[in-house]
């Protein structure tokens, strides 16, 4: 899908509840999926995320509210919990994340699960800034994560 960021690609699955959504993923992005030659193409199980993406991009809804099925192992999975939980516009560090998941002595783990979150924009990683306020790491590229905060009003140094 089409996004201020570039262009989208929003990939899913049938679970046992529905189809959900297991990855979005950006031009450029450090690890993401790619689309397959057999992977089936249909906009069509989509349409509520792409709703809820325009919206938030038009600066028009602040949370998500999509079924989700990402796989990741029991620890990132736990914090890519702890990051839904994540307030739109604000920011938390590393550390308050990593006591936020559960994990406090954790925090390079915390930083690989962040660094590992396959749901950007969705499950919001851009919101995890170092521990000096600045900006850090971002598998979509620290020049997006920048436009994702200050689309949700926020200037980190």
């Not at 509840?17 to 397959?36: E, H, I, K, N």
């Not at 057999?38 to 038009?58: C, H, K, M, S, V």
């Not at 796989?71 to 736990?78: D, V």
């Not at 739109?88 to 550390?95: D, F, K, M, S, V």
């Amino acid at each position: 899908m089409p996004s201020p960021l570039g262009e989208l690609l929003l990939v899913g699955r049938e679970t046992a509840d529905g189809f959900a959504l297991t990855s979005l993923t950006m031009p450029g992005q450090r690890g993401g999926d790619v689309a397959q030659p057999l992977w089936n193409r249909d906009a069509a199980p989509f349409t509520e995320a792409r709703r809820q993406l325009d919206a938030y991009f038009a600066g028009e809804a602040t949370r998500f509210d999509l079924p989700l099925a990402p796989r990741g192992t029991p620890f990132r999975e736990q914090v890519w919990r702890a990051l839904d939980r994540i307030p739109y516009g604000e920011t938390l560090t590393y550390r308050q994340l990593a006591a936020a998941a559960g994990a406090p002595e954790s925090v390079r783990a915390v930083g690989g699960a962040v660094g590992a979150n396959p749901l950007l924009v969705i499950r919001p990683c851009h919101r995890v800034i170092g521990s000096d306020g600045g900006l850090t790491g971002y598998a979509g590229g620290l020049d997006n994560k920048r436009r994702l905060l200050a689309l949700e009003g926020v200037a980190p140094h």
